[in-house]
């Protein structure tokens, strides 16, 4: 009876034991306790504030999302593309800011602009980009392009912007 119960145990552990190691590591992300698989951030910068003088805004378009998503479309890849060979090229660091339009709460839209940037970043590093040379930052619904209450202008709104540290 000791046998077949030491085997039953040692059954039900081996058992569990591929299903432990399938598993997949959760990395925290979000301030609003979302968690997402991807690359780990790296540590801040304190001389990069995307709102710093030494912050270059203008030289890539932004990527644009649909309502409510963090997936960066088909349409958008250009972008990444251009911002990936500028970057591999030019060694520099960027900082991916996330922007949403009005609709939603301020903690909501804080959080999906984070997850914009990250969804951004994700794209970078897959272009091999080095994880260590990109920083991100959410503005939610703050820093509209357009502050009408539209279609148009929240489809202007709903983007994730690069700044390209000096």
Do not use: H
């Amino acid at each position: 009876m000791k046998n077949i119960f030491s085997l039953f145990i040692l059954l039900i552990i081996l058992s569990s034991l591929p299903a432990c190691a399938n598993k997949k590591k959760q990395q925290y992300a979000g301030i609003d306790g979302d968690y997402i698989s991807g690359t780990p951030l790296s540590e801040r910068s304190s001389s990069a504030n995307f709102l710093g003088a030494n912050i270059n805004r203008t030289e890539f378009t932004p990527i644009s999302f649909a309502f409510d998503s963090t997936a960066v479309a088909v349409n958008e890849q250009d972008k990444i593309n251009r911002v990936a060979e500028s970057l591999r090229s030019s060694g520099q660091t960027v900082i991916i800011a996330g922007f949403t339009d009005d609709r939603g709460t301020e903690e909501y839209n804080r959080s999906l602009g984070e997850r914009r940037a990250l969804a951004v970043r994700q794209a970078l590093i897959a272009k091999g980009i080095a994880a260590r040379k990109i920083q991100t930052v959410s503005f939610g619904k703050e820093m509209p392009l357009d502050t009408a209450s539209n279609e148009t202008a929240w489809a202007k709104n709903r983007r994730a912007e690069f700044g390209i540290v000096q």
